[in-house]
């Protein structure tokens, strides 16, 4: 196996050629990394073979979007079949409606849905559509959390600390439309919000008259009828991505007939117009029913197992090398965590050299980063450092 940095890889080589045609060589942040990014060619199951031939066992999966692996004959057959009927149209298909009914009658807060292309796409859906039904400007937010490329006008809520989150809420209050949260944060290492401010928040919106909007971008996996069932909390908008497109690109919102009638509400002018060329494409619609048919409740039972028997061997493995690390997560979404130590690039690179492939460390801007890390390390030190 060639070892990862090697300057004279296809994937460095690629990395020369990706700096002619994209600032600082990317496209797509997420997936760039110092020295250079590895690029992929192909996948099979949890196996993904990069530029070089090397493979190595994907624990990313496309961010949760590849939730059965990749190329899965199931959803490689139906893809197949529908690209040579239909790749994209300017009429409606059925597929669109088969694919809202199965999640209508997957998530109960959930009525009428509205199709995109992205997670971010639903997370602007969301705040568009709680702007137009409340017709206040901003939407609240926790710290932490990562809703898409969207930038909203938004207000900052300290994660967990529900006396803080109710004050700026209470101060705030005559500009927000409501509050948007993603209940086990990722950037955060998953971790989750607590039963106690889930239930302020929803208190708080429930008593004057803002909208609750749970992402359920990636949280949705987590539960046959999504994160809002595990923590048992009503969502008046829920945004919606990844898994639902079985791999295609995909977005949704989702909620209540009655504010969702801002996008229709049997009228010539609703408060909004939902257009995309892309919108309800059939081949996402197709790859998405096939997919969520298959992540049965037993799938995501055996998934979520999976998960903690990783996070076991993971603790297990950092005890025994007293190193300042935790190994975390909720179900099937896991992550390693340091503890009162920087993060650094060397875990992810020692498992590449060992035929892992696994998020890189958190990274955004380079000026941000450094904030972004210390607010991080701090949360983690807080949750973890006690015990
Ligand atoms: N919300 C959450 C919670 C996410 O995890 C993500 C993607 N990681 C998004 C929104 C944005 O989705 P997309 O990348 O499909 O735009």
Known sequence: MSKYPDPSSRSAQ?????????PDGSTRRTVTFDPYPLYAVSGRGCMVMDADGVERIDFINNYSSMIHGHSHPKIVAALAQQAGKLMAVGMPTESDIDLAELLVARLPTVEH??????????????????????????????????HGAYDFENVMLPC??????????EANKAELAGIIFDPIIGRLGFAELTPAYIRALRSWTRDNNKLLIVDEVFSLRIDYHGAQARYKV?????????????????????????????????SAHPKLHHHGTYNANPLAMTAGKVSMEMLTADEIARINALGERLVQGIAKILKDADAPAKAQGVGSMVAIAPINTPFTDRVHREMLNRGVLMMARITTDSQKREQRLKEARDFFIQCFARD
């Open 234 to 266: 009503e969502a008046d908008l829920t945004a919606l991505g990844k898994i639902i497109g079985g791999g295609i690109p995909i977005g949704a919102l989702g909620g209540r007939k009655e504010i969702m009638a801002v996008f229709g509400d049997g």
């Open 160 to 169: 967990n600390d529900v006396e803080r989150a109710l004050q700026l809420l």
């Open 113 to 146: 849905v509205q199709f995109c292309n992205s997670g971010t796409e639903a997370v602007m859906l969301a705040v568009k559509a709680a702007r137009a039904y409340t017709d206040r400007p901003r939407v609240a937010r926790v710290e932490g959390a990562y």
């Open 14 to 22: 690629l990395f020369e050629r990706a700096k002619h045609v994209f």
